[in-house]
Structure formats: C-alpha cells, structure tokens
Nanobody, 119 residues
C-alpha cells in the first residue's frame, strides 16, 4: 500500500538549487521503523545514496553532498523533500525516493525523476 512519487524540475542550470518532492501515500512518514531516503543513479554508474531522514527526524548525508544538501519533511503533507545547492553537471542523475521499513526489511521505491544539470 505504501507508494512514493517523486517530482522535480527536470532541468537545472549549474550553480542553481535543486528542489525535489516525494509524496507518500499508504502510511505516515513519522511511523516508527521507517527511514526515508534519496538515492540517485547517474548514467553508467551504480546507485548512490544521497540522504536519509528517519521517522524521528534525524538526518544524514553522503559526503559528496554534505554541506550543500538538506533533506526535510512536512508531516502534515506526508511529504519528503530534498534541496541541493550549487548543482554541478556531475549531479545529473535519476533521483529516487526510497523508504525502508526495518520491521519487515521491506523497501519501497518511487519511479524516479530525471534531473539534468546543464546550461
């Protein structure tokens, strides 16, 4: 029943800011034992973990984006966000919203949204 859907701008210019939205249905993002993640995959590369926010609100980031990224949530809207500043062409990737429910070791994935960083 848990479904995730990403949305984003598609094309972003270098040095600009990326804002992504993950809308969640089927369960509350504050439910215990959930972690909510942003994961990306660039062409020809393996998937890369970007950021995590737990059901309790704790956040962690990959070293490659730490300092210029913020993962956040709006509990009332049941939505998870990713903001990434100072985008570079290397940030071009498909960005996925992902949830992990540790009680059952289950993973839920959105369909992904393409982000292209280009002038």
């Amino acid at each position: 029943q848990v479904q995730l859907q990403e949305s984003g701008p598609g094309l972003v210019k270098p040095s600009q800011t990326l804002s992504l939205t993950c809308t969640v249905s089927g369960d509350s993002i504050t439910t215990n034992y959930y972690t909510w993640n942003w994961i990306r995959q660039a062409p020809g590369k393996q998937r890369e973990w970007v950021a995590t926010i737990t059901s309790g609100g704790s956040t962690t980031y990959a070293d490659s984006v730490k300092g210029r990224s913020t993962i956040s949530r709006d509990n009332a809207k049941n939505t998870v966000y990713l903001q990434m500043n100072n985008l570079k062409p290397e940030d071009t990737a498909v960005y996925y919203c992902h949830a992990r429910w540790s009680l059952e070791r289950l993973d839920y994935w959105g369909q992904g949204t393409q982000v292209t960083v280009s002038s």
